[in-house]
């Protein structure tokens, strides 16, 4: 690439900055035009070029892109020195070129408007509200464990291999569209990462690959996590990239899929962020609620806790600021805290409805 041509594209990298830092105040326009608009071109797209294969694309590319990233900087060693700004400049193009596909392929949805919004929903809550709302929600859980179970102190374990939860996830989404036309997920695209094992020791169950928009699924996590999980990620295929939004509709996905074990994965996700809601404003509400759930649910919160413990190590708040401060940097003000914000949509969303 020619100098002149390399100076082009990182003035280009200042360019995008600075129209991203106006976007940010023009969600209408981008929930319109992109999000409903050239978005959905695009993902479907990218689904139907990758989706169809049977291994992750999108690691794959990450690998080459990263032996060939090592290769550059072994050949080019010399360089940083001998040639600095050329060195700079060939740094700055390659950023520019990837920030701009990062975003037109899918990261101009963090600027999309919020989901309360579209939905028509409200965005607080009181307690008395997340109260009721969340003893029903422990009303139904208990009810789908009997029911799986026939004894309450039995966890679930899922019968289904992680590729029959994959080719279920869409019959969920299929339903929601039924009401939501804008959620139809199809075709699918979703896969376990080869990273699973370095995505566990990160902290994370899955990600989206922006690149390819194929969905990534940490392999590792408990096929009681597995339909929520993947529900989860399949919300960000479809535009929703705040982790809050992705949250409620990956619970709404489950919650609506014929299948029970879904059922009862989206249901009791739903139930433990409206009980760590509940803990934080009345603990002595929450402390009661906690003895009327039955212990097959909370063998169950507890089998994925000794997961992630399990895990744990020095550098995963590392990978946890990281994230954290990317959100921040991409439209997210609140960063991983927002995730707490799905109960808003829950309790809400579920006003005047049965569950």
Same mark, same amino acid.
């Given at each position: 690439m020619r100098k002149n041509k390399k100076l082009i594209?990182?003035?280009?990298?200042?360019?995008?900055?600075? /129209?991203?830092?106006?976007?940010?105040?023009?969600?209408?326009?981008?929930?319109?035009?992109?999000?409903?608009?050239?978005?959905?071109?695009?993902?479907? *797209?990218?689904?139907?070029?990758?989706?169809?294969?049977?291994?992750?694309?999108?690691?794959? /590319?990450?690998?080459?892109?990263?032996?060939?990233?090592?290769?550059?900087?072994?050949?080019?060693?010399?360089?940083?020195?001998?040639?600095?700004?050329?060195?700079? *400049?060939?740094?700055?193009?390659?950023?520019?070129?990837?920030?701009?596909?990062?975003?037109?392929?899918w990261a101009f949805n963090y600027y999309r408007q919020p989901?309360?919004?579209?939905?028509?929903i409200e965005a607080?809550?009181?307690?008395?509200?997340?109260?009721? /709302?969340?003893?029903?929600?422990?009303?139904?859980?208990?009810?789908?464990?009997?029911?799986?179970?026939k004894n309450d102190t039995v966890k679930v374990v899922s019968p289904h291999t992680k590729s029959e939860i994959f080719n279920k996830v869409k019959d969920g989404y299929q339903k929601l569209s039924e009401v939501y036309p804008h959620l139809e997920y199809h075709p699918k695209s979703i896969k376990k990462s080869i990273y699973s094992l370095p995505l566990t020791?990160?902290? /994370?169950?899955?990600?989206?690959?922006?690149?390819?928009?194929?969905?990534q699924v940490n392999g590792l996590i408990s096929?009681?996590?597995?339909?929520?999980?993947?529900?989860?990620?399949?919300?960000?295929q479809l535009g929703y990239a705040a982790e809050n939004e992705a949250n409620f509709i990956g619970s709404l996905a489950a919650i609506h899929n014929e299948d029970i074990y879904f059922k009862y994965s989206g249901y009791t996700f739903a139930l433990r962020y409206c009980l760590a809601?509940?803990?934080?404003?009345?603990?002595?509400?929450?402390?009661?609620?906690?003895?009327?759930i039955n212990k097959g649910i909370l063998k169950n919160y507890q089998e994925t806790q000794d997961f992630w413990q399990s895990y744990e190590n020095p550098i995963e708040p590392l990978f946890e600021a990281t994230f954290d401060n990317f959100l921040k940097a991409n439209n997210q003000s609140a960063g991983?805290?927002?995730?707490?914000?799905?109960?808003?949509?829950?309790?809400?969303?579920?006003?005047?409805?049965?569950?």
């Open positions: 594209l990182v003035i280009f990298f200042g360019v995008q900055l600075l /129209f991203l830092s106006q976007l940010k105040h023009y969600p209408e326009f981008v929930e319109q035009f992109y999000s409903n608009g050239l978005y959905v071109f695009i993902s479907k *797209l990218m689904r139907y070029a990758f989706g169809w294969l049977p291994f992750s694309a999108g690691d794959i /590319f990450y690998t080459l892109a990263g032996i060939y990233l090592i290769r550059w900087l072994i050949v080019n060693r010399k360089r940083i020195i001998k040639d600095t700004k050329n060195w700079f *400049l060939d740094i700055g193009a390659t950023l520019s070129i990837a920030y701009f596909s990062f975003h037109i392929l989901l309360y919004k579209s939905l028509n607080e809550y009181s307690n008395e509200q997340l109260i009721s /709302f969340t003893e029903r929600l422990i009303k139904k859980s208990n009810a789908l464990q009997f029911q799986l179970t020791y990160m902290g /994370f169950s899955g990600y989206l690959n922006p690149f390819t928009n194929e969905a096929t009681y996590k597995f339909p929520t999980t993947s529900c989860h990620e399949a919300a960000h809601e509940v803990y934080k404003r009345d603990f002595e509400r929450y402390e009661y609620m906690l003895s009327t991983m805290k927002s995730y707490s914000y799905v109960v808003a949509l829950l309790v809400n969303y579920y006003i005047g409805k049965s569950l």
